[in-house]
């Protein structure tokens, strides 16, 4: 079945520094990819999708782009915040090839630090 | 602004009650889900439901039932609740179109002793 392996954290990094957390799958026929974000306190948010090969998805300084090749989609910031401190979830959607709509396969979450 | 909100924030159940999460959405959405969150497992699907009065299980469904009266609400049952039960339970909304967001509600953690 479908499946989504993310890096295990924490990631904990300065303010300003580079910040890679990494994200493969694995899936039958053409997923969609995307990145959620869940602030302490609060539920999951949409980040980011890319609904097909070489589409680079960005929002708020972040970026992924959809490798078929790697089967990857690592997220991606040049300069974090304070206020980047989260947890973030890598997710597939395989509904074109299923036809089931709307479900997503998530990943176990990277939680990010980002300190002063 | 879009909401999804979840009855409780945080419960605390003994083994064997029957358990009950509420939750509720004002965006008119189609689907509706519910998740359970664990420590290193990430989210998994317990069900979910296209329709009032319908719905289908997900990867985990054993040990809870879910009710949709109407359309706004989606209600989570654990008939006798367990320890292993003890969860952050997540529920989310969405249009029947799939854009691949889904909104999601704050969270219910649940504590069963």
């Known amino acids: 079945g479908d499946s989504v392996t993310q890096m295990e954290g924490p990631v904990t990094l300065s303010e300003e520094a580079f910040l890679t957390i990494n994200c493969t799958y694995t899936a039958t026929g053409y997923p969609s990819l995307f990145w959620y974000v869940q602030y302490p306190g609060e539920g999951l948010q949409l980040l980011l999708k890319a609904t097909k090969a070489d589409d680079k998805g960005s929002n708020k300084g972040f970026e992924a782009t959809y490798r078929k090749e790697t089967t990857s989609f690592h997220l991606e910031k040049g300069s974090v915040q304070v206020s980047d401190s989260a947890v973030y979830f890598c997710a597939l959607s395989d509904s074109l090839y299923t036809g089931t709509a709307s479900k997503l396969t998530f990943g176990t979450g990277t939680r990010l630090q980002v300190t002063l | 602004d879009v909401k999804v909100t979840q009855s409780s924030r945080y419960l605390v159940k003994r083994t064997g009650e029957k358990v009950f999460l509420e939750c509720v959405q004002d965006?008119?959405?189609?689907?509706m889900f519910w998740y359970r969150q664990d420590p290193g497992l990430g989210l998994r699907l317990i069900y979910f439901s296209y329709d009032v009065k319908m719905k289908e299980k997900g990867d985990i469904p054993e040990g809870y039932s879910v009710s949709r009266e109407k359309k706004e609400r989606f209600s989570l049952i654990l008939e006798s609740a367990s320890t292993n039960q003890t969860s952050m339970y997540l529920c989310?909304?969405?249009?029947?179109?799939?854009?691949?967001?889904?909104?999601f509600g704050e969270g219910s953690r649940l504590t069963v002793l």
């Open positions: 989310a909304s969405s249009f029947i179109r799939f854009t691949g967001e889904l909104f």
């Open positions: 965006m008119d959405h189609e689907n």
